[in-house]
T-cell receptor, first 114, second 114 residues
């Protein structure tokens, strides 16, 4: 079966701009979580969506937002980009009813803010 | 607060056995995961422990002690391709377990030498 698909793979933006990243989960997975990965901080939880509802939010400023559509695809948006937002953004999907297969991560979007 | 500790780096020899430890202090607990991440790639699921004890999957085993807030990942018959970062992650607690928020350690970079 197809894995978790994230687009685009790479993105270069200028400070002050906004960006939208997309994540398509594995078919049948209703939960989508987003993470930011940086060399200094590791993987940090941004938010989780389940059945179009945000269930959890991490400690990130309001410039980071997201949504989920009825087909479980999710988008995250970062407004007013700062240099510190440069990171690998990963999304993960799961069948919450069976975590013996864990959470499956997409290949990520590498965002560079200049 | 939420804290997950792992050694930053480890080195081992091809064919040997290595144990990567993880200690955690989190406000909630709904399972512990181990992921492998090669440079520039997405994390891939290795194991999931929710009850105390040892889970074995081929060359990989993972152990959990909830009372001690402790887990380890054991890799046997090390191969060069096992050189990667190993991430310990705790699934946060929540009402009825309804959360897919993972709290990650900063990872252990394992170098396997010939």
């Amino acid at each position: 079966k197809a894995g978790v698909t994230q687009t685009p793979r790479y993105l270069i933006k200028t400070r002050g701009q906004q960006v939208t990243l997309s994540c398509s989960p594995i078919s049948g997975h209703r939960s989508v979580s987003w993470y930011q990965q940086t060399p200094g901080q590791g993987l940090q939880f941004l938010f989780e969506y389940f059945s179009e509802t945000q269930r959890n939010k991490g400690n990130f400023p309001g410039r980071f937002s997201g949504r989920q559509f009825s087909n479980s695809r999710s988008e995250m948006n970062v407004s007013t980009l700062e240099l510190g937002d440069s990171a690998l953004y990963l999304c993960a999907s799961s069948l919450t009813s069976d975590l013996n297969y864990g959470y499956t991560f997409g290949s990520g979007t590498r965002l560079t803010v200049v | 607060g939420q804290n997950i500790d792992q050694p930053t780096e480890m080195t081992a020899t091809e064919g040997a056995i290595v144990q990567i430890n993880c200690t955690y202090q989190t406000s909630g607990f709904n399972g512990l995961f181990w992921y492998q991440q090669h440079a520039g790639e997405a994390p891939t699921f290795l194991s999931y422990n929710v009850l105390d004890g040892l889970e074995e999957k081929g060359r990989f085993s993972s152990f959990l002690s909830r009372s001690k807030g402790y887990s380890y990942l054991l890799l046997k018959e090390l191969q060069m391709k096992d050189s990667a970062s190993y991430l310990c992650a705790v699934r946060d607690g929540g009402y009825g377990g309804a959360t897919n928020k993972l709290i990650f350690g900063t990872g252990t970079l394992l170098a396997v030498q010939p």
